[in-house]
């Protein structure tokens, strides 16, 4: 009887450690995964927090850095739009003088604004010389080769004087005047342009430069051409060689006037 009970003690005390140990592991197990969940909270906290101190930090970084100046105005384009404006002023001004229905011609309007230009005195030598280039294309495209050419040698001198040979003003007009010297088919003055053409372009751009190997070209096959008794003469149109190098239109052979 004794036995028994002793047995019976033994067994609940037994099952009560056992249930102890469950339980027990239970509780570590619960506090583990506790402090688990808490350890994935305290994470995203100092994350969001670290992401939120940079976000910061660069805000301040941006609202501490000095702001620079504004940028400063391109003095040289400004030049340029003034001129232009300049230019087109001039002579839209003498177009809008012009009476609705009026029978004035187009070579008394440009004769009346080389007359203005003439006899202005304030006019900026740039300026003069645009206008007289944009003259010198009217009368390139009425036909009146002597007026254009005039207007042509008169723009370049102005623009050598100004600048300089090899500034791109200079060198337009003076293709320019070697594209009128061609109409005329005053070959040897047109050969002796494009030549001074090519030795600009060698020394600026280089011997491989596409319009440095054109206006050597030209000047060439020009030469070629002065062993006819026409050549240099002054004519009412270019002679067949040179109509045909008219007509391919080669860039170095096209009248540009003077863009800013």
Not at 31 to 49: F, G, H, P, T, Y
């Amino acid at each position: 009887m004794i036995l028994g009970c002793a047995i019976i003690v033994l067994l609940m005390g037994a099952g009560l450690w056992m249930a102890s140990r469950v339980a027990k592991k239970a509780v570590e197990e619960g506090r583990k995964l506790q402090s688990s969940r808490q350890q994935e909270i305290v994470n995203a906290m100092q994350l969001a927090m670290q992401e939120a101190n940079d976000e910061t930090a660069g805000l301040i970084t941006t609202e501490n850095k000095s702001i620079p100046p504004p940028p400063v105005a391109n003095t040289d384009q400004l030049r340029k739009a003034e001129w232009s404006s300049l230019v087109n002023d001039f002579l839209a001004a003498r177009l809008l003088a012009i009476e609705p229905g009026a029978t004035t011609s187009l070579e008394s309007i440009l004769h009346g604004a080389i007359a203005d230009l003439d006899a202005a005195i304030d006019l900026h030598p740039v300026v003069e010389s645009a206008i007289r280039i944009r003259i010198a294309e009217s009368y390139l495209k009425l036909r009146r080769l002597d007026d254009a050419a005039v207007q042509c040698q008169s723009a370049l001198d102005l623009f050598d004087r100004t600048f300089s040979i090899k500034h791109p003003y200079s060198i337009r007009t003076r293709q320019n005047l070697a594209v009128v010297r061609l109409h005329q088919g005053q070959i040897t003055e047109a050969a002796l342009l494009y030549q001074q053409l090519h030795e600009i372009r060698l020394v600026e751009n280089g011997s491989d430069d596409l319009k440095t190997i054109e206006t050597l070209r030209i000047a060439s096959m020009l030469r070629s051409f002065e062993a006819n008794p026409v050549g240099g003469a002054l004519l009412s149109e270019p002679p067949p060689p040179i109509q045909r190098l008219l007509d391919l239109e080669l860039p170095s052979c096209r009248f540009q006037p003077i863009e800013f």
